[in-house]
């Protein structure tokens, strides 16, 4: 299982300096668990989502900040994140602890997959509708991601549906199965407008050329 170690924080301490010192602000809460405010290794955090998503479960190891008693462990899931909006690193997580043995909704990612031939052929382009959908089952069987293959759209207007998805065992979709994922749409012509041309424009100019013809040099 994926592990992380946290350190309890208090409201005392001030969030800029907890980032300055390459930790991210976080609170845990959920199941048999009060809220309680965290700060982890942004290095270790950044390594655990790759591995983990939001979807697998993460052993998280919670220890006093003066290193007194024996650390706390919880079972959780990434909830929640928010994120810098200039630099876009992370820099506050939401824990969600869980109980392994009942069943929970998450969000899983979408990976699309392979080339459409419609669109490698000119048909039309793809349209990628969804990149994410709702799931439900045991922390232990949650995918890490949902792998839809783009080569099943061959003809213009084909279409992935959530209906299309074959999930691992155990694992219940809660998005509508009508939902679309993936189409082939047709490419639309840009329409170009032509300038109107100004027909008394070019009267007046040929006008004025030939007064100009007709009007004798002065020396």
Request: charged share 30%; proline share 5%; hydrophobic share 40%.
């Amino acid at each position: 299982m994926n592990k992380l170690t946290a350190t309890m924080r208090s409201k005392a301490d001030k969030l800029a300096n907890i980032r300055t010192n390459g930790m991210i602000p976080a609170v845990v809460y959920g199941a048999r668990v009060e809220n309680t405010m965290i700060s982890v290794s942004s290095i270790d955090f950044e390594k655990i989502l790759k591995v983990a998503g939001e979807s697998s479960t993460i052993s998280l190891e919670v220890v006093d900040s003066e290193g007194k008693g024996s650390p706390k462990k919880f079972d959780v899931l990434i909830h929640d994140m928010q994120f810098d909006p200039v630099k876009g690193f992370t820099i506050h997580v939401d824990f969600l602890a869980i109980d392994i043995n009942k069943p929970v909704e998450v969000t899983i990612p979408i990976e699309f997959t392979g080339v459409a031939p419609a669109e490698k052929n000119s048909l039309g382009i793809l349209v990628k509708v969804l990149h994410e959908v709702e799931v439900e089952g045991l922390p232990k069987d949650l995918p890490h991601n949902i792998v839809v293959d783009l080569t099943k759209l061959e003809a213009l207007d084909d279409q992935i549906r959530i209906e299309d998805i074959v999930l691992p065992k155990g694992i219940t979709m809660k998005t509508d199965k009508e939902e679309l994922i993936a189409l082939i749409a047709p490419v639309k012509e840009e329409e170009v407008e032509e300038a109107p041309v100004d027909l008394s424009a070019i009267e007046v100019e040929k006008k004025g050329k030939k007064e100009e013809e007709a009007t004798p040099e002065k020396e």
